[in-house]
């Protein structure tokens, strides 16, 4: 049973370009959130989809977006990249159902180099 | 001042010590978790609670809803331990959770 995966690991973008990061959930979960982590800091939440739908949203711009496929896989785009962008990008998985009773689930990250 | 406050930021000790890392948080809320971060970035979930105390293996994980604080603790600490344990709370009913800055734990043999 895979756990949560996310692609690519690495990216290297320059300023002003548009970024896609992929996440898959683990198998059974159907709520996917994205964390974004600056060097020595903790994560920070960006926004959550369930059902195909942005759930609650954390104070990023509108420059940040996502979408959640059928599938339950989800993506989180980036346009106008800035310097400040540069960051782990973290993906965590879990099921609507169990609240917040379970462990959570994360991907091993996305680390995006902005130029 | 952030919600969830973490202590120590660093922390270096023998191996075999006893670590005890502190997780404060200022708001209401329905559970509270535990996680370690390797390099690299994999963050793995340690503990949820929403109440008392937790034991897996070395690790010791408990919780005073009450002060609003929670502890984690390492007996018989091993290199292998040395990573960054973050502290992230359910606020309320909400969905998303809010994290500590984390503690970075250095275990020399």
């Known amino acids: 049973d895979a756990g949560v995966t996310q692609s690519p690991t690495h990216l290297i973008k320059t300023r002003g370009q548009q970024v896609t990061l992929r996440c898959s959930p683990k198998?059974?979960?159907?709520?996917v959130s994205w964390y974004q982590q600056a060097l020595g800091q903790g994560p920070q939440f960006i926004f959550q989809y369930y059902e195909e739908e942005e759930r609650q949203r954390g104070n990023f711009p509108d420059r940040f977006s996502g979408h959640q496929f059928p599938n339950y896989s989800s993506e989180l785009n980036v346009n106008a990249l800035l310097l400040g962008d540069s960051a782990l990008y973290l993906c965590?998985?879990?099921?609507?159902?169990?609240?917040?009773?379970?462990?959570?689930?994360f991907g091993s990250g996305t680390q995006l180099s902005v130029l | 001042k952030n919600e969830v406050e973490q202590s120590p930021q660093n922390l270096t000790a023998q191996e075999g010590e006893f670590i005890t890392i502190n997780c404060s948080y200022s708001v209401g809320i329905s559970a509270l978790h535990w996680l370690q971060q390797h390099p690299g970035g994999g963050i793995v979930s340690l503990f949820m609670?929403?109440?008392g105390k937790k034991k897996h293996g070395r690790l010791i994980a408990t919780i005073n809803i009450q002060e609003k604080h929670s502890s984690l603790h390492i007996t018989a600490s091993h290199p292998r331990d040395s990573a960054v344990y973050i502290c992230a709370v359910f606020k309320g009913g909400a969905q998303k959770l809010v994290f500590g800055q984390g503690t970075r734990l250095t275990i020399n043999p």
């Open positions: 965590a998985s879990s099921f609507i159902g169990s609240g917040q009773r379970e462990k959570l689930f």
């Open positions: 198998s059974g979960h159907d709520t």
């Open positions: 609670l929403s109440s």
